[in-house]
């Protein structure tokens, strides 16, 4: 199986920055896309960036110009740089992968998220 976890969420004030790390772990053959995705109290999870395993990025709409997604495939990770926060930032940041995985010596194709971390933006 493989496992994903977050780290560097917390309290910030608007206009600061944080970053976010991902480490995956596990037997894990190949990562191809990750991501990051939030969801804020009441509201449904949304993207706010992905990266393929060649490097082509994307951003939702409302943090892009703002937020830097980028991978670091020898340590399987994945970090988001986030600066010029808004309060309307503020949710749980999920970490998310598509991983190719050695299973007993078969390679599978899962869709795995981590636990997420809380980004508060406040003053």
């Known amino acids: 199986q493989v496992q994903l976890v977050e780290s560097g969420g917390g309290l910030v004030q608007p206009g600061g920055s944080l970053r976010l790390s991902c480490a995956a772990s596990?037997?894990?053959?190949?990562?191809?896309?990750m991501g990051w995705y939030r969801q804020a109290p009441g509201k449904e999870r949304e993207l706010v960036a992905v990266i393929t395993s060649g490097g082509t990025t994307d951003y939702g709409d409302s943090v892009k110009g703002r937020f830097t997604i980028s991978r670091d495939d020898a340590k399987n990770m994945q970090h988001l740089q986030m600066n010029s926060l808004k309060p309307e930032d503020t949710a749980v940041y999920y970490c998310?992968?598509?991983?190719?995985?050695?299973?007993?010596?078969?390679?599978?194709?899962?869709?795995?998220w981590g636990r997420g971390t809380q980004v508060t933006v406040s003053s």
């Open positions: 998310n992968a598509r991983v190719q995985w050695n299973n007993y010596g078969i390679v599978r194709e899962g869709n795995f």
């Open positions: 596990g037997s894990i053959f190949r990562i191809n896309d």
